[in-house]
Nanobody
Framework: QVQLVESGGGLVQAGGSLRLSCAVS????????MGWFRQIPGKEREFVAG????????YSADSVKGRFTISRVDAKNMVHLQMNSLKPEDAAVYYC??????????????????WGQGTQVTVSS
């Protein structure tokens, strides 16, 4: 089995920054892509950003482009989401997800195999 654990969430003022981290452990296989999603009550889970196994290919939602950056450390088992210029509408529970055996990320949550428990991000105005 594979385990994903998010960390770094919390309360921040609008315009501030947070860095979310996702640690991956377990029987992941040799390669896997990663993604970040967010969700608020009563709404569908929303794609935020994805990154390939190598880290060379990334994609982010239009709503966060220029403000959020996804990255992958050299060890490959840690993924970060750097969030700058946070807005109140960014408040949500943020989840990381793994796509096993596939090097390319996708915005479709149904194509990910494992999910973390989520970390709460609150933005005050």
């Amino acid at each position: 089995q594979v385990q994903l654990v998010e960390s770094g969430g919390g309360l921040v003022q609008a315009g501030g920054s947070l860095r979310l981290s996702c640690a991956v452990s377990g029987r992941t296989g040799s390669r896997y892509a990663m993604g970040w999603f967010r969700q608020i009550p009563g709404k569908e889970r929303e794609f935020v950003a994805g990154i390939s196994w190598s880290g060379a290919s990334t994609y982010s939602a239009d709503s966060v482009k220029g403000r959020f950056t996804i990255s992958r450390v050299d060890a490959k088992n840690m993924v970060h989401l750097q969030m700058n210029s946070l807005k109140p509408e960014d408040a949500a529970v943020y989840y990381c997800a793994a796509r096993l055996g596939i090097t390319m990320a996708t915005m479709d949550p149904l194509r990910y195999d494992y999910w973390g428990q989520g970390t709460q991000v609150t933005v005050s105005s």
